[in-house]
């Protein structure tokens, strides 16, 4: 009964805790109890306070037993990525420059996540600061993906996607600013989600590069992930960046939009560097839609080729200027070896900083400076309103896109560590989408011949979430992957 909880849905439970079948506290024990099993061997968590998770629980229960459910989320446990302000827990970003911060209030997706009634069940690891494709840039510890412990569960939302594989979390929050909810979903074999930029606000979200960041959901299946979408997404004037449009029922829009649909597979995507496995379940993929009636068409995306150089150029400048307020003044780490105001920035920042982060502050810094702001910061920016323009051209002949969503399997941890541009290039199919700022899901579509999850990425026109995810469901729909959990 335990693990059965565990692996359940967000749907299936919702479902259970109307009919009485379960208790919000029997299903946080059980994630509890799993958690303390696994954990040991995954380490997908910062913190954890079970005692405050299952006092949730139980005013959960309570509130039921009144007739005061808050609707489908209430008594539901869910696990946020260590980025997102949660009053009164750490708030460390798996960076010992904020080892010991605790959080005096909430961000906008926990206020909203609250009033739905969930269990926050657990803070999850990341790369440090959000910078990494595989989560070992943590301080703290590297995260295993729980299909072969021996490798990387992807990044910065790593702790986000292992957690959900290994059982320990119903669904999770993680952030993507260049793919870090859709890496890791699909090196973990669950289905991720990173909305339009602008549909979720980020106020409480610690920024790495702002306009590229997107919180997004992390579940088991379409509709977890589309429930709570509709739960944490609007309008919130807090965020200057967050757009004022309508919220749909992304669940109920997902179940009723029905194909077929014109489908385009950009050509850039299939090409050198992706892994024959992958693309043989990709294809397979792209074959069962061509089946449906769906109309398949080559399209072209011909900027794709400068997206990584772009996006470490716009990332690492806004990196470089969010990042200056860690300075060991206000809060975060201070060393103690400083004997005035300049050696206190530089001990604090050389001692709290990690090796990533710091690559990544030199490099903004770099693009921003006198000499070389029009040469590098500038005209990325330019390359970038192009590559927005490519994926616009696209949507004028298709509904959306269909490519893979990591170029290569849960590759082994440490094989990229000594090697930035081989790790950068993990990310190479997700980053355009949150240069043009549109929504992406990625949902398992197969597994290698060793038992590595492979991800199918579906892209869409901005603020179509209810139709990506229609098309990602219809798959799922009629395939089991989604269903399989490693055997830890």
Aim: aromatic share 8%; charged share 25%; hydrophobic share 40%.
């Amino acid at each position: 009964m335990s693990n059965e909880l565990c692996f359940s849905s967000v749907t299936e439970l919702s479902a259970r805790l109307a009919d009485g079948e379960v208790t919000s506290v029997e299903i946080t024990r059980a994630l509890i109890e799993r958690t303390e099993s696994v954990e040991p061997r995954v380490r997908a968590f910062t913190h954890r306070d079970a005692e405050r998770a299952l006092a949730q629980a139980k005013a959960a229960d309570e509130r039921r037993a009144a007739g005061e459910a808050r609707g489908p989320l209430d008594g539901i446990p869910i696990s946020v990525k260590d980025v997102l302000a949660s009053a009164g827990e750490p708030l460390t970003c798996s960076s010992r420059m904020l080892e010991n911060f605790v959080s005096p209030y909430d961000s906008t997706v926990i206020e909203r996540l609250k009033r739905a009634g969930v269990v926050l069940w657990g803070r999850l690891n990341m790369d440090e600061f959000a910078m990494g494709s595989s989560t070992e840039n943590s301080a703290f510890h590297p995260t295993a993906n729980p299909w072969d412990l021996e490798r990387i569960p992807g990044g910065s939302s790593g702790g986000s996607a292992a957690a959900l594989a290994a059982g320990e979390a119903v669904a999770t929050i993680g952030s993507d600013t260049g793919g870090s909810v859709r890496q890791p979903a699909a090196l973990c074999g669950v289905v991720g989600l990173k909305p339009t930029y602008g549909r979720v606000s980020r106020y409480g979200l610690v920024a790495y590069a702002s306009s590229l960041d997107q919180v997004g959901p992390l579940g088991r299946c379409v509709d977890d992930v589309a429930v709570l979408l509709g739960a944490i997404a609007g309008h919130d004037p807090r965020d200057s960046t967050s757009v004022d449009v309508a919220v749909p029922n992304f669940a109920a829009e997902a179940r009723e939009k029905r194909g077929p649909w014109r489908l385009g597979l950009p050509k850039e995507y299939f090409g050198d560097g992706l892994d024959p496995e992958v693309r043989a379940a990709v294809e397979k993929a792209v074959d069962f839609y061509r089946e449906q009636g769906c109309e398949i068409c080559e399209v072209s995306l011909p900027r794709t080729e400068y997206a990584v150089a772009t996006y470490y150029i716009v990332a690492t400048a806004e990196a470089s200027s969010n990042l200056a307020r860690y300075d060991g003044v206000r809060y975060g780490h201070r060393s103690e070896k400083a004997s005035d105001a300049i050696d206190l920035y530089f001990h604090s920042r050389a001692e709290g900083f990690g090796q990533e982060v710091k690559r990544r502050i030199i490099l903004g810094t770099y693009v921003l400076s006198s000499g070389y702001y029009d040469a590098y910061y500038l005209r990325a920016q330019k390359v970038r309103t192009l590559i927005r323009e490519d994926f616009n051209r696209a949507f004028e002949q298709v509904d959306a896109l269909l490519t893979p969503t990591s170029p290569v399997p849960a590759f082994r941890r440490g094989e990229r560590t000594n090697d930035p541009l081989a790790m950068y290039l993990a990310d190479i199919y997700t980053i355009s989408a949150n240069l043009a700022g549109i929504p992406g899901v990625s949902i398992p579509c197969g597994f290698t011949a060793s038992g590595l999850p492979i991800g199918l990425q579906v892209l869409g026109k901005p603020f179509d979430e209810s139709g990506v995810l229609a098309i990602a469901r219809t798959y799922e729909q009629t395939h089991d992957w989604h269903t399989r959990h490693p055997e830890l």
